[in-house]
């Protein structure tokens, strides 16, 4: 698992890293080139001071002076005094016997007795003497080096407390974020309010609000399903009780007429639970159909006709399937289509509450199937409701599973095409639109 | 035994009704909350046996809407939300008991009967006035030890006058006890149950007080 603060350390550390080597190569380089200036100037100035000792004609006492007590830079600078003939006059203590400067005058660099040595000559024809003064640039290394050490040694030693400040600051800089983090890990599974945001740094709003909104779809879409699974819970156990407390009523009744009744009413139970049942599963194959299933021709008239003979009889009441429907093609999903169909039928059927005539036809704009029956209708203020799940109206002694108009409507919206409702103004009684485009064919 | 069964589904309701008769109860039925609610207004019930989901609403706000007017009347749920929070939260809102559908109808009747038993402040489930003794479960009774065979509105009719004792009922009373809002009631039925009564436990078990209705005495 990747952390964020070890990334950002390892970031910071070698970002800080790299500036604190520049400044140190830029320091040595710096100090270096100082110290050169500093050497050099130092051997310029010897070699005119020994020059002109030697010029006030003194030369003895150069040669005589007494030793200083060595340091570990005792002995830099070495000076030799050399005829311009090549005798050597003199030099100084621990100063080679070898000539440091052989011919030529300011600055040369040459190895001599295995070292090399930086020497500044001075050559004076008129007193014929040539006057070399020279140190070692081993032991300017040195020192560069010592100088450069004696700075970054602290450095060093303040490397691991920068690296232990970086990770204590990004530990701090990082706090909100683990506050959130923290308190998200530590809600219950089901606990789906929103987090607070007031706090909250402006980098993670955004981060909080998509989780925010998260979390309101996921609660929408989790009250939903409870919802479908409780009425669906009551609607299948209800008439399972009313199933038991029947037979429970013809078994404990001595009264042979309470029996039949009691019986008959089982029948009436089961037949109903049975649709409901039936319903369900449609419901479920409904919302769990592909996308896009295969579609074909049907014709309406037969298909029309097959709904009727499989839906119940009713006495007195008559279903009229419009002749011009018969050969009427319409290409879309045969099941989705038989489903829409069969529902719309069944719930006219349910709704007659008397001998009467339900009729199937075309729409006058040719687009559509209209289905009109002669039943109480629905109060209009309950008409944007009756396609929800389990909505049976207050008008009771129907007995609807409160499913039939759901499934329609689901179907429908499968083969793009749209239920309409509204109550007949010719009579009391309900007007079903399904509703295709003009060109005769149901998109999908 | 009076009691209101407020159920939406016809055939349950149907089916309520007639084996909680067979049970020696008479009930009443609605189908929604409007109708409970007027039906509650009237008063008069023993116990209500209370769906929760209604077509017109809940159950549970109409259990809430009583419990605030005071009316503690039992209240058994009838409900096929019987998860263990749906129980809590019925019993919370002020129910007395609680049974997920489906359910078995001796078992509602049993359930009511303690329900009723402890609306009426008795925690024995035989009722009993000296020498006689009723059991509401069986619908059995017996006088000094031996039994005696009523039927079922003798039977609700003696337990009526028995559940107070030196307490007068008038007719009306003893009639709501007795029959439900759609049943026919004979104008002298009570008077005719009553006879019934003292030929079979004894003229001077139920006392008539003229004008005012009829009342059991505590033995002395």
């Known amino acids: ?444 | 035994m009076r009691i209101l069964v407020v159920e939406d589904d016809p055939i349950l309701a149907e089916g309520l009704k007639t084996g909680l008769g067979l049970a020696g109860w008479t009930v009443d039925q609605v189908g929604d909350c409007e109708q409970a609610r007027a039906a509650i207004a009237v008063g008069g019930f023993d116990a209500l046996v209370l769906d929760l989901m209604l077509p017109d609403g809940s159950g549970l706000d109409l259990l809430a809407e009583m419990r605030r007017a005071r009316d503690a009347t039992p209240v058994l749920l009838l409900t096929a939300l019987d998860e263990t929070p749906d129980r809590i939260r019925g019993l919370d809102a002020g129910a007395d008991d609680y049974l997920g559908k489906p359910f078995d109808l001796d078992e509602l009747a049993a359930r009511l009967r303690a329900l009723s038993r402890r609306g009426a402040g008795r925690s024995e489930a035989s009722l009993s006035l000296g020498g006689l003794v009723l059991h509401p479960a069986t619908l059995g009774a017996s006088l000094d030890g031996r039994p005696v065979s009523l039927s079922r509105r003798e039977f609700a009719l003696l337990s009526a006058l028995m559940e107070r004792p030196d307490v007068i009922r008038s007719r009306a009373e003893l009639e709501d006890r007795l029959y439900g809002w759609q049943e026919e009631v004979e104008s002298n039925a009570v008077e005719v149950h009553i006879h019934n009564l003292r030929a079979k436990i004894g003229r001077a078990a139920i006392e008539t007080v003229r004008g005012v209705g009829y009342r059991m005495r505590r033995p002395s």
Not at chain 1, 211 to 225: D, Q, S
Not at chain 1, 404 to 422: D, N, P, Y
């Open chain 1, 1 to 444: 698992m990747s952390s964020l603060r070890r990334r950002l350390f390892l970031l910071l550390a070698a970002a800080t890293g790299a500036i604190w080597l520049c400044a140190v190569a830029w320091t040595f380089i710096c100090s270096r080139a100082e110290l050169e200036r500093v050497l050099d100037t130092r051997l310029q100035e010897a070699a005119r001071m020994v020059h002109s000792l030697v010029a006030a004609g003194n030369m003895a006492t150069a040669a005589d002076a007494p030793a200083f007590e060595e340091t570990s830079y005792s002995r830099q600078l070495s000076c030799q005094i050399w005829s311009l003939g090549g005798r050597l006059l003199a030099r100084s203590s621990g100063a080679p016997m070898q000539n440091l400067a052989r011919d030529g005058e300011g600055f040369v660099e040459h190895m001599v007795a295995g070292e090399i040595w930086r020497v500044y000559t001075i050559v004076d024809k008129a007193k014929d003497v040539r006057v070399s003064v020279g140190d070692r640039v081993g032991l300017r290394n040195q020192l560069v080096r010592d100088l450069v050490a004696g700075l970054v040694a602290p450095a060093l030693l303040i490397v691991p407390l920068l690296g232990l400040m970086i990770w204590l600051s990004l530990g701090r800089g990082l706090k909100p974020l683990n506050a959130i983090a923290g308190e998200i890990a530590l809600r219950r599974g089901d606990d789906m309010s929103a987090i607070a945001d007031g706090e909250a740094p402006s980098e993670v709003r955004p981060l909080i609000a998509a989780l925010n909104g998260l979390f309101g779809k996921v609660e929408a879409a989790r009250r939903h399903e409870r919802e479908i699974t409780a009425f669906a819970a009551h609607e299948l156990r209800t008439p399972l009780a009313g199933l038991k407390t029947q037979v429970q009523v013809a078994l404990a009744a001595s009264d042979p007429a309470v029996r039949d009744k009691a019986l008959r009413q089982t029948l009436v139970s089961v037949d109903r639970t049975n649709r409901l049942a039936r319903q369900l599963l449609a419901l479920a194959r409904l919302e769990a159909m592909p996308d896009a299933a295969a579609r074909e021709p049907v014709d309406l008239g037969a298909a029309l006709r097959e709904v009727d003979e499989a839906a119940p009889k009713r006495d007195g009441v008559v279903v009229a399937i419009d002749p011009a429907l018969d050969g009427c093609m319409l290409t879309t999903e045969p099941l989705s289509l038989s489903l829409i169909l069969r529902n719309l039928h069944e719930n006219a059927l349910g709704h007659m509450t008397g001998p009467g005539r339900i009729c199937w036809r075309l729409a006058p704009d040719g687009a559509g199937l209209l289905l009109e029956d002669e039943g109480p209708g629905i109060p209009a203020p309950e008409l944007p409701q009756v396609t929800q799940r389990f909505f049976r109206g207050s008008t009771r002694g129907t007995s609807g599973t409160g499913l039939g108009l759901t499934i329609a409507e689901m179907a429908a919206g499968r083969i793009g095409a749209v239920l309409s409702l509204e109550n007949r103004s010719d009579r009391s009684g309900l007007r079903c639109r399904l509703g295709w485009n003009a060109a005769g064919e149901s998109r999908s």
